[in-house]
């Protein structure tokens, strides 16, 4: 199918003819969460690990799965194109509910959506890109791959008027991810990047990354970056599934090391799409 057909509670259709009610409680509230998959030449990458987080997301907003993994497999496969890599974008909310009222709606029936859109990814690798630093305004459950990203994309404009690709969150005084990415940096020849908590998503593309460092005898950590230690790291990097391993090399109009992408950097990357081939 092509990436204009999408998947509504059941139905494949034209994304055009793809409707909800606005009383849906995704559409009144942002009480939803979603999941997004790449799909190289028609596999889904880590698919379990997605279904995984997906499953952690529902639970900490505390709305049941409404599908097996199985099942979501057998929904997502007629979206899957192997002539294209693609981005696939699944949005579970609560339901379409009879009056807006904060608490939860009784037997109410989950609206499920999903669809496929072309993976552009980030275009300019071999020059890098640019970020900014600033406070992290997001709320306390980072975690949860919630709907709600009114503050990401408050984030995330704010770095692109300034010509950035990214905005990299401060709390109280440490680095926690980009507006929609992880973080890592080199710092004193080790690769470190925040643990995992409340205060940051857990990115499937991270843990690849730490597993693909850990095989290949890259010291690595999972440890906390002050914004002072971000600013003497030799590489910094943002990842997420649609843009993968992106190199920074400008920070609030600091170069960062010679300004190239670093070497740490080109072994990760290059393993990372070695990776992404083998293992769909
Ligand atoms: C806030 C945030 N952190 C991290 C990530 C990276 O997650 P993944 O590597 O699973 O795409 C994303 C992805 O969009 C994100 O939005």
Known sequence: MDNNTVYLNGDYLPLSDAKISVMDRGFLFGDGIYEVIPSYSGHLFHFEQ????????????????????????????????????????IQITRGVAAKRDHTFPANIIPT?????????????????????????????????????????????????????????????????????????????????TPPKGREILAGVTRDVILELARDNDIACSEDIISLDALKTASEIWLTSSTREIIPVVQLDNETIANGKPGPVWKTINHLFQTYKKSKP
């Open 112 to 192: 499920v959506f999903a669809m496929s859109s072309n993976i552009v990814g980030f275009t300019d690798l071999e020059s890098g890109a640019k970020a900014i630093s600033i406070d992290d305004s997001r709320w306390g459950l980072c975690n949860v791959k919630a709907i709600t990203l009114l503050a990401n994309i408050l984030l995330r404009q704010q770095a692109v008027d300034r010509g950035c690709a990214e905005a990299i969150l401060v709390k109280d005084g440490y680095v926690t991810e980009g507006a929609a990415s992880n973080i890592f940096a080199v710092i004193d020849g080790i690769l470190i």
């Open 50 to 89: 997605h279904m995984e987080r997906l499953e952690n997301s529902l639970t900490l907003i505390r709305l049941e799965n409404p599908h097996d993994s199985a099942k979501w497999r057998e929904i997502l496969t007629p979206l899957l194109d192997a002539n294209l890599d693609q981005s696939i974008y």
